[in-house]
């Protein structure tokens, strides 16, 4: 882009902008040029997009990131979409403790407000399931989180989520993040909103009190019925927002306080002692792990920051330090569990989790549904849903009090099932070992490819869909696309399958792989011995078949 017209572009911004910092930034720029060109030609090369995820970027000044001004905008259009669809009632609006977090919350109330809307605000930075609650316990007509979860420090999002009145057939989608054509609709209502110094602003709204909080501490407890509770429980909520509201959850089911990581307790915005504040990723859990072991934890409990996620260790075994469940691990034990509680309905994942799930239900004869990737599909795509999980360690154990994933309901959860297993003198890896036996084992890994420029998974995407892999493991594979429906593609072989896709809210590239080796009349060390061998190759032939 031409100098002269990103000053153009730079100029009219400024002209518009609400933010005194932000203006500071973009002028700071263009004092800058043509030095600054490459900075300012990303920030105007074309602004946030609303999808199903809301929006998430990076903080900064200029359409193509968060600030005051985009969420501004985004909110007059969201309370235009929702007054378009006649939708009565109060918004209410939680967020957590990243940066320009609480302004956001704020701005939108005011925006509300304005325009004739109750504003609700969560009392303080909360875990995103307890927003998700409070939409439905409060009979909000929508409800926005303001977080970007298990991003990196630089970056903040914008979730909203749909009450009963704006939900879907049969308050399926009430309390649920949106799904098409609602990010449409409100993409091109935030799009019709003009000068923002025409955007109204109202009082801030009411704060609620801390009883929308005891509330949902009160009903997450509930979740964990009754049994066992001698646990040792090591904690972490990563420098997020979950710390105190789990602990009081787990007091309150009964449980003995956790033992918590204490670098990691407080909110901090920064997330000072990791690489990255995802669980998931190498060495975000190793102070958790140290202090398990330090405290001869039976289990050790991560969330991510914003608590809807929930990540799992468990004692290897002796003197083996310890062991980190996958995400389809835990998911297949909370769903046995369930299962064996009598918990009713049908039992859910995604495409890319998993086939052990399916396999457990055909064993249990319960009902079993699959969907694309997502919890805003999973509680819309399962009829009377008992249980949803997908692989990234989110999991949905009370629908009816949480319709997203929810990471302290699952980590109570995971503790009642190993405080049970517990008191019978067994594991969780006991458990898992008599499942593997019975079901088969179901090996699942990831390639997961960060980029920093997107047309790089648009290369792969193409170059995989024109030139897929004729076998993998020396087996004939048969292709199955989702496109244009969706931008997945999957490869099928006997006992194995890959699952290929974008990222929908990072900047990746992911394959999802699984093999599953029946143990029969062998043993299951065989069984898991053979699918290693089998995993190790298979990374290899995907790597090479998109083009790594």
Not at 202 to 209: E, F, N, Q
Not at 334 to 357: C, F, K, N
Not at 373 to 388: D, H, N, P, S
Request: charged share 20%; proline share 7%.
């Amino acid at each position: 882009m031409a100098t002269d017209d990103l000053r153009t572009l730079a100029e009219t911004w400024l002209a518009d902008d609400p933010d005194p910092a932000g203006r500071d930034e973009i002028r700071a720029l263009l004092d800058r040029l043509p030095a600054s060109a490459a900075e300012l030609a990303d920030r105007f090369a074309g602004p946030l997009t609303f999808g199903t995820a809301g929006l998430r970027g990076r903080l900064r000044a200029g359409p193509n990131g968060m600030n005051l001004a985009v969420v501004t905008r985004a909110a007059a259009g969201l309370i235009a979409w929702l007054a378009a669809q006649a939708g009565e009632g109060p918004l209410v609006i939680g967020y957590d403790a990243r940066h320009g977090s609480r302004d956001f919350a704020e701005r939108t109330a005011r925006v509300a407000t304005a325009a004739g809307r109750e504003a609700l605000l969560l009392p303080r930075p909360l875990p995103t399931p307890v927003l998700a609650y409070a939409v439905r316990k409060l009979d909000a007509v929508a409800g926005v989180m303001v977080t970007a979860s298990h991003n990196p420090p630089q970056d903040n999002g914008y979730k909203v989520y749909l009450g009963a009145r704006l939900g879907g057939p049969a308050g399926a989608g009430a309390g649920a993040q949106i799904v098409p054509p609602a990010d449409a609709g409100i993409e091109a209502a935030i799009q019709a909103v003009g000068t923002l110094s025409e955007v109204p602003l109202g009082d801030p709204g009411t704060v609620l009190g801390e009883e929308i909080v005891q509330g949902y501490v009160d009903s997450a407890a509930a979740v964990a019925g009754a049994g066992p509770r001698e646990l040792k429980v090591a904690y972490t909520p990563l420098h997020g927002v979950g710390g105190k509201v789990l602990v009081a959850a787990f007091a309150a089911a009964g449980f003995a306080a956790p033992s918590v990581v204490a670098e990691q307790a407080e909110p901090d915005p920064d997330f000072p002692t990791v690489a990255f504040p995802n669980p998931e990723e190498p060495g975000a859990m190793d102070l958790l792990l140290a202090l398990a072991t330090a405290e001869g934890a039976d289990l050790a409990i991560a969330n991510d920051p914003d608590a809807d996620r929930c990540a799992v260790a468990i004692p290897a075994g002796e003197d083996a330090g310890w062991r980190p469940l996958r995400g389809d691990e835990l998911g297949v034990l909370l769903a046995d569990h369930l299962i064996r509680r009598g918990t009713p309905g049908t039992y859910a994942t995604t495409i890319v989790s998993s086939t052990q799930l399916k396999a457990l239900c055909e064993a249990r004869g319960v009902p079993y549904a699959e969907t694309l990737t997502g919890f805003k599909w999973i509680v819309r795509g399962a009829g009377e849903l008992a249980y949803g999980y997908e692989e990234a360690l989110g999991y949905c154990v009370a629908p009816d009090l949480v319709r997203d994933k929810d990471g302290i309901t699952a980590a109570l959860t995971v503790a009642e099932l190993a405080a049970t297993l517990r008191a019978e003198g067994r594991t969780l890896r006991d458990r898992l070992d008599e499942l593997s036996t019975e079901l088969g084992v179901h090996r699942t890994d990831q390639v997961s490819v960060r980029v920093d420029d997107l047309a790089e998974i648009t290369r792969a995407m193409a170059h995989v869909r024109a030139e897929p892999p004729a076998t993998l493991l020396g087996r004939p594979v048969t292709v199955e696309d989702r496109a244009p429906t969706a931008d997945v593609l999957t490869l099928r072989a006997e006992g194995v399958r890959v699952v290929i896709r974008p990222s929908g809210t990072e900047p990746k590239l992911k394959a999802y792989l699984e093999v599953v080796e029946p143990v029969g009349t062998g043993k299951l060390v065989n069984a898991q011995f053979r699918s290693g061998a089998a995993m190790a190759q298979l990374r290899k032939e995907v790597s090479a078949a998109l083009g790594l």
